[in-house]
């Protein structure tokens, strides 16, 4: 009976676990949550990759690269709008990543920029892009391809 | 945060008009490297709009002097633009569908600044994921300029460290009455009421 009891715990942790940490990746301090993007229209040849970057550690960090096989040119802006004028910038040196912080790639801010893409991104769809971290390294998140008009990560 | 982010109560013509002719800024040449300010605003009289006449994908010519009668839309962008534009015909799209009413040949224009990679074809492709009401217009390099300082709007190419370039650009919906007169702005990420409001304002106005 204990067994049958050990035996249903353990499926049910199997089980459970996907969906609770399916949209974390870590590395180093470095924690990387929700990765998403939105379809883009046909003929379109941008799109912009949105997440939360946690660094759990006692020193700053930086993204400072970013790659992905559904696009050859991949860099970080930042996006902002200033008296109905829609502006965006390079992230010169790489983002910062706050010791024991959090930033927000999101939409009206900072995003990956998906340049050239070799495919029209569409909802459902999952890809995957490459962050490197000036301390913690190198880690490749899954990222979750929501609508057109998207406002968050989808199931969010 | 912006005040764009905020739900805001409706700002008076005037202020709205004000801000738009504080972006009032063409920008010239590769990289955005000559600018200048247009002085549109003299006084408090700004002219949103003027007389158009320009290229549509189905080979066509859309002129404003033929949409007298017609109330109509004009939202300026680029299609290498990743969250602004889409989002905004997008949120047109969706508006349109929760106004039964609105007529069949209600058009929002979709003017890029960037005529270079945004050619006719690529426009008509680009829109097609809309609505069939949203309808790409080509202006030309040359003829580019002269509209955008019709309607007070700034773009200017920012390059990438790569050799590639994006650009900064109004991305405000210019809702125009049947008279060819501006009549009111939607700003980026208001909400799809207000969309529905304005343009259902917008056509029953006589």
Redesign the interface.
Known sequence: MRNLKRLILAVALIVAAPAAFAEDFKVGDITVSQPWS?A?????????GFMTITNGGATPDRLVAASSDVAP?V?I?Q????????????VEGGLESPAGGSVKLE??SY?I???HLMHPLKEGDRFKIELTFEKAGKVTVDVAVG???A?KAPGA | MSEQDQPRPPLSRRRALRGLAAAAVIAVGAGGSLRFLWPRAQGTNVTIGGPFRLKSPDGGVVDSAQLTGRPYGVFFGFTHCPEVCPTTLSDLAQAFAAIPDLPADFRVYFISVDPERDTPDVLKEYTSNFDPRIIGLWASPEELPQIAREFAVYYEKVPTSDGDYTMNHTAVVFLMDRNNRFRAAINYNESLDSYVKKIRDLIADE
């Open positions: 939105r883009t229209p046909a003929g379109a040849e941008v799109a912009a040119m860099q802006h996006m902002s709008m200033q008296n109905g004028v829609m502006e965006m910038k390079e939409p009206k995003h920029m998906l340049m609508g057109i008009g406002t």
